[in-house]
């Protein structure tokens, strides 16, 4: 009966779960979406060119390397 009532390792044990439960679901979402991250073409130099572009009004064209002209 004294082994019933012991708890010591109960909120410790139950917080293991917890993070071991969040580590599985973050491992099955970067497996589900991983595509998403292999397939695009990350270039941040042209994003940039294009939105600054959008910005000015010029169109969806990238400005080749200068900087936007401000109406």
Do not use: H
């Not at 909120?11 to 970067?30: K, M, R």
């Amino acid at each position: 009966m004294k082994l019933l009532e012991d708890a010591k390792g109960q909120g410790s044990a139950e917080y293991i779960l917890l993070f071991g439960a969040l580590i599985v679901i973050a491992i099955a979402a970067l497996i589900i979406y991983s595509s998403y991250f292999t397939s695009t073409n990350i270039s941040s130099k042209e994003d940039i060119k294009i939105i600054r572009n959008n910005s000015t009004g010029g169109g969806s064209t990238p400005n080749n390397g200068t900087t936007p002209s401000i109406p």
